[in-house]
């Protein structure tokens, strides 16, 4: 039995005790899938998995209270729903996890790379090591590592942390650990050079939000700082200056709490690389108390406990 | 009109440094990985091979802009006493957008309506509008998320455009569409064109053919308004919105504005920036009831803007070009096609039998 199906199977008969069950479906084109919500029999008949189900469908959950919610998982999804039920930001008993283990999705930007424009692609047939396209009556092979999302070149965690249903037979991570080298190449530049790169990257930003509104972790929403008329912190302009300020809140907002399924990035409709800001973050907390956010539903994220003395913070010695 | 003229794609770069000598020049340029319309300067690559990640609209409509400066005076007198002197700020800059697609150029037509209605003038819009031209390039492949043909327009659709640029092998034809497009021919890198024009006529044709048959969305003007109350039917088709904005921010028909006043002390300018029917603050009252409250509610006045309300008052003209960008940039890729195609379909549950 393959994955999918053992995966329909096990949906079908959780789905008379849930309200619905989140997953994906084939979009509005081959290459794009979409979320897909599912209340009936008929809707988990059109679930697909694979390279192309990107989305993170923990997104949806912090909108969903009160709702008994059924939601298919990759590893990073999974790593969400614990660092939601770490914040208490959801009742873990109304959320029954499908997790399966995901061989890793597609970066569209990526593709877009090797093949050009990929508005036109017309099918696609994926195998677990490549993409097979047909784009302007041709056929094309695109080597799946090629295409890959950074986060899952680099993942821990490939199969579901956690789960109440598993589908498969759980895979090897790609990685023991992560080293953050992107980061470290990236402060190696002098600091008017990384200036200089935010500015650029920033000033084509079109304050859309879409980071804002794929970050399963963003749970302020309609409250948003960004928004906000009274208090008016920042201000309604187009400038680089707003832009970068408010990347940079929702960066500290996260601190320990991102659990890099990069949603920020890939939403982004020009193509801002704003993840490196999360992992900056992410290196700091790693150093410093030696956290991984949403790995173990017991932990505490460190910024929102408090000790007299941190032991890898020398307070008395400055 | 001037007779159709032809740039050679060697000299596409010198013809660009010499429209930019005297008016400031949009051009699509690649910034990282995407593409947006940016001031074109003398020499520079030009992304025209591809839609643009962005539409040209902030040429006319910008993300923000100051209505006005204003500066608090207190009466070195009377403290009490302050007195606000306003200075006004329209200054618009001639400005050709060069590049764009039919659906970017056409998006001012749905504009025009409402910022130069018979009622209403906006003087701040009025006034780049009429220093903006419009040098378009028809497209000859459309894109999986591409609909102008199901909203009135084609890939080869010149309506709204100054020039109309279509491309060859060895250059673009050039045909003016407008005066104020005619005016920009008197360069002496263009080569005679007409057989050119009537080449590129039969290229434009063949792309409308290989985009199929256009859906019909007339029907949807009265069948949104009847779905207006069906909560169920609008909780359901925007269920996998995340209610961003990415979609109103990159249509080129999206107006809607908000007002703020950005203060710095004793100045502080009074700024109209882009706002979305997508976000809460919309139609946040000052009492605190919001009458859109949730996304459902609000992706209903999306669809319905475009595709009932909006006809309703402008003669049955629909307030999309069709360009699929809120499809293809969609983080979660909803489709507004889909949305409008099941409105059209919805019947309502039959309404029981009055009790026999």
Request: charged share 25%; glycine share 6%.
């Amino acid at each position: 039995m393959t994955i999918l199906t053992q995966l329909k199977e096990q949906i079908t008969a959780q789905l008379p005790k849930l309200d619905m069950v989140i997953g994906w479906e084939r979009g509005y084109d081959a290459l794009h899938a979409t979320p897909l919500f599912m209340r009936s029999v008929e809707d988990v008949e059109r679930l697909q998995i694979g390279p192309l189900a990107v989305h993170n469908t923990a997104t949806y959950l912090t909108g969903l209270k009160n709702k008994k919610v059924g939601l298919v998982v990759k590893g990073c999804d999974s790593r969400a729903v614990i660092q939601l039920q770490q914040e208490g930001l959801i009742n873990r008993e109304n959320v029954v996890v499908f997790g399966f283990p995901c061989d890793g999705v597609v970066d569209l930007t990526k593709l877009r790379h090797h093949i050009g424009d990929i508005g036109r692609v017309k099918e696609v047939k994926a195998s677990s090591s490549e993409l097979q396209l047909t784009l302007d009556g041709q056929e094309q092979q695109v080597t799946l590592a090629d295409v890959l999302a950074d986060k899952c070149t680099r993942c821990r965690f490939p199969n579901a942390l956690v789960h109440d249903h598993f589908a498969g037979a759980p895979r090897e991570a790609h990685a023991a650990s992560d080293d953050y080298a992107d980061v470290q190449a990236f402060e190696s530049q002098p600091l008017e050079a990384r200036f200089e790169h935010w500015k650029q990257e920033m000033s084509r930003c079109i304050r859309c939000y879409a980071c804002r509104n794929a970050c399963p972790m963003c749970v302020c929403r309609d409250h948003c700082v960004a928004q906000s008329r009274d208090p008016h912190w920042v201000t309604q302009e187009d400038a680089v200056r707003e832009k970068w300020l408010f990347q940079v809140i929702h960066a500290m907002h996260l601190a320990g709490r991102c659990v890099e399924c990069g949603e920020c990035q890939r939403a982004c409709p020009v193509d801002i690389p704003i993840l490196a800001l999360k992992r900056k973050l992410n290196k700091e907390i790693k150093e410093v108390f030696n956290h991984d956010a949403g790995v173990d539903p017991n932990a505490i994220p460190p910024l929102l406990s408090f000790q007299v003395e941190e032991e890898n913070i020398n307070e008395r010695g400055w | 009109m001037a007779e159709a003229k032809f740039i050679a794609n060697d000299k596409l770069t010198a013809w660009l440094d010499e429209l930019s000598a005297t008016m400031r020049v949009l051009a699509p340029a690649r910034q990282g990985d995407a593409v947006v319309f940016a001031p074109y300067v003398a020499g520079q690559n030009v992304e025209l091979g591809q839609e643009a990640t962005a539409p040209p609209k902030s040429a006319v409509f910008p993300a923000s802009e100051d209505l006005l400066r204003y500066d608090y005076r207190k009466n070195p007198e009377d403290l009490g006493q302050v007195d606000v002197e306003l200075f006004p700020t329209i200054t618009p800059e001639p400005t050709l957008v060069f590049g764009s697609r039919p659906c970017g150029a056409r998006g001012f037509l749905i504009f025009d309506r409402v910022y130069d209605g018979a009622k209403y003038k906006d003087p701040y819009y009025l006034a780049r509008r009429e220093a903006t031209v419009f040098a378009t390039i028809a497209c000859l492949q459309t894109e999986n998320a591409c609909f102008c043909h199901s909203v009135g327009s084609a890939p080869g659709d010149a309506t709204g455009s100054d020039l109309l640029l279509t491309p060859l092998d060895d250059g673009y034809a050039v045909e003016a569409v407008s005066k104020k497009g005619e005016a920009l021919l008197g360069s002496s890198l263009l080569a005679a064109g007409k057989k050119k024009a009537a080449q590129a006529k039969k290229l434009r044709e063949q792309a409308l053919k290989d985009m199929g048959e256009p859906q019909d969305f007339g029907p949807a003007k009265d069948k949104l308004l009847a779905l207006f109350d069906d909560m169920g039917f609008w909780e359901d088709v925007s269920a996998k919105c995340i209610s961003c904005g990415a979609c109103t921010y990159l249509c080129p028909t999206c107006y809607c504005f908000n007002i703020t006043d950005e203060n710095a002390g004793l100045t502080g300018r009074r700024v109209r920036s882009w706002d979305n029917c997508m976000s809460f603050q919309f139609t946040l009252e000052a009492s605190g009831h919001n009458p859109r409250p949730t996304k459902a509610h609000r992706l209903k006045n999306r669809v319905g803007h475009k595709f009932s309300y909006y006809p309703a008052l402008h003669e049955g003209i629909i307030a999309c070009c069709g360009c699929g960008r809120c499809i293809k940039s969609c983080p979660v890729s909803v489709d507004i096609r889909e949305i409008v195609t099941k409105a059209m379909a919805h019947e309502p549950p039959a309404v029981e039998e009055a009790a026999k």
